[in-house]
């Protein structure tokens, strides 16, 4: 089965700086790439498919890339309420793995 | 509104039995394939089970293949997650999940429910 692994596992950054997390399968997945964000004791929310594809209603500070093994998510300038965590999942194929999770917090 | 209502939860002893349903509002059930994921306490996000829109394809996560049975009645737009056998480390809050296109089973999952808590525990 094809792992996910995204780095960093946490990080704490200041209101308005940029920040990027990376996801990477471990064997090619397309751009079969998910982004969800899951803001504490709330369900997941679908922010990216097709590994850059912004959902509607999702603010524009944020951007996806890459194809194949290796994909980030940036956040252009990162606000109080995009504190939460951040998880990649591949769905190409079953299983429909998830990422480990990066969790976002305001410095 | 499109909607997902999970029941079903609740603590159980292990190696018994407990069954999810997932009752779907405002939108056509049949049309979409549809997942269970579930989350433990404290932890990452953990795909389970997928169903195809007609019910004929279904796959499991290795951690709970043989044991746990997903499956849906289009007619009373509810999905079901069968579980058996259950041990403690299944305890998390089950969610199931639509898949954001009609007809599509390669698809990103759009539309969560609110989740069923299940604690496997004697």
């Known amino acids: 089965d094809i792992q996910m692994t995204q780095s960093p596992s946490s990080l704490s950054a200041s209101v308005g700086d940029r920040v990027t997390i990376t996801c990477r399968a471990s064997?090619?997945?397309?751009?079969?790439l998910a982004w969800y964000q899951q803001k504490s004791g709330k369900v997941p929310k679908l922010l990216m498919s097709?590994?850059?594809t912004l959902q509607s209603g999702v603010p524009s500070r944020f951007s996806g890339s890459g194809s194949g093994t290796d994909f980030t998510l940036t956040i252009s300038s990162l606000q109080p309420e995009d504190v939460a965590t951040y998880y990649c999942?591949?769905?190409?194929?079953?299983?429909?793995?998830f990422g480990p999770g990066t969790n976002v917090d305001i410095k | 509104q499109v909607h997902l209502v999970e029941s079903g939860g609740g603590v159980v002893q292990p190696g018994r039995s407990l069954r999810l349903s997932c009752a779907a509002s405002?939108?056509?059930?049949?049309?979409?394939?549809m997942h269970w994921v579930r989350q433990a306490p404290g932890k990452g996000l953990e795909w389970v089970a997928v169903?195809?829109?007609?019910?004929?394809?279904?796959y499991y996560a290795d951690s709970v293949k043989g044991r746990f049975t997903i499956s849906r009645d289009n007619s009373k737009s509810t999905l079901y997650l069968q579980m058996n056998s259950l041990r403690p480390e299944d305890t998390a809050v089950y969610s199931c999940?639509?898949?954001?296109?009609?007809?599509?089973?390669?698809?990103?999952?759009?539309?969560w429910g609110q989740g069923s808590m299940v604690t496997v525990s004697s």
């Open positions: 999940a639509r898949v954001t296109s009609a007809g599509r089973w390669s698809d990103a999952f759009d539309i």
């Open positions: 405002g939108f056509t059930l049949s049309s979409y394939t």
């Open positions: 169903i195809s829109n007609d019910g004929s394809n279904k």
């Open positions: 064997q090619g997945i397309s751009n079969y």
């Open positions: 097709a590994a850059s």
């Open positions: 999942q591949k769905y190409n194929s079953a299983p429909f793995t």
